[in-house]
């Protein structure tokens, strides 16, 4: 298993070779039509500064066309840091990206082809599910807040309740986020986490003087484990958004003057193709 970097007609994206057989991807910054503080592959619109909607769609077009599915097959997540999980049908097609969303919700999971499931971050934790017995698929978003939720985990569990799919054969691919390098923070997110998973959590928090390290991606990866998920079908990715502004967008780097990157996961429909 191996995240790999893929270049579509400029448009740089990672994949996981545990993935293979579903269109999916995790976007980079590179590769879009944005301009100024949002060059160039952007997918946010809204904020107080909001950047161009109809680049923000070519955005879409050109990361879907990378990956290979159907921007009309487009569902987004509606992230507010919580725990819900989205039961995404064929009623959801377009929300968030050609009609507008009418829920919350920070993570999606389908089993119904063409559905592009897609969630976003500029630091927080994105992962991509899929199982293939099962022909189901999953997307979530977890910054501190919904990995102390075990978001990941309960994504797992609600695969498993609507589609039957079993922990052991589902496939995760956890993407670029913060690393512990540069996620320094005070007490409270060590506090959620011990307070959420008991003395387990101390293996993934250090001190750095008067404040704390956390490495949510490996947080993540072991809750995943403890819902049993095998650990050979858990792909991480090491790299750090907040190393690597260059290729990401990082919210502890630059603040809010900045775009999104995101994740992309969608079945085939039968009979081959988006």
Known sequence: MAFISCNHNGVVYHASTLLEGVAHGFSTRLGGVSRGVFASLNFRASGPNPDDRES???????????????????VL??????????HVTAADRG??????????ADALVTDEPGLGLMVFSADCIILLLHDPVTASIGAV?????????????????????????????IRAAIGAGI?????????????????AFGPGAEAYIAPRGEKWTVDLKAVN????????????RIDLCSVCTAC?????????????????????????????GQ
């Open 56 to 74: 923000v769609q070519e955005n879409y077009r050109r990361f879907c066309a990378a990956v290979g599915a159907d921007p009309a097959g487009l």
């Open 77 to 86: 997540s509606k992230q507010v840091h919580q725990d819900t999980v989205r």
């Open 95 to 104: 929300k968030g990206f050609s009609v507008p969303s009418d829920y919350t």
């Open 141 to 169: 978003h977890a910054g501190w807040r919904g990995t102390a939720l075990d978001l990941p985990a309960k994504t797992v569990a609600e695969m498993g309740r609507l589609f039957g799919a079993r922990p052991e054969n």
């Open 179 to 195: 690393g512990p390098c540069c996620f320094e923070t005070h007490d409270d997110v060590p506090e959620a986490l011990r307070a």
């Open 221 to 232: 990866a072991w809750r995943l484990r403890e819902a049993g998920v095998d650990p050979a």
């Open 244 to 272: 690597r502004t260059d290729l990401y967008w990082s919210h502890r780097v630059t603040g809010d003057r900045r775009g999104v990157q995101g994740a992309l996961i969608c079945l085939p429909r039968t009979g081959g």
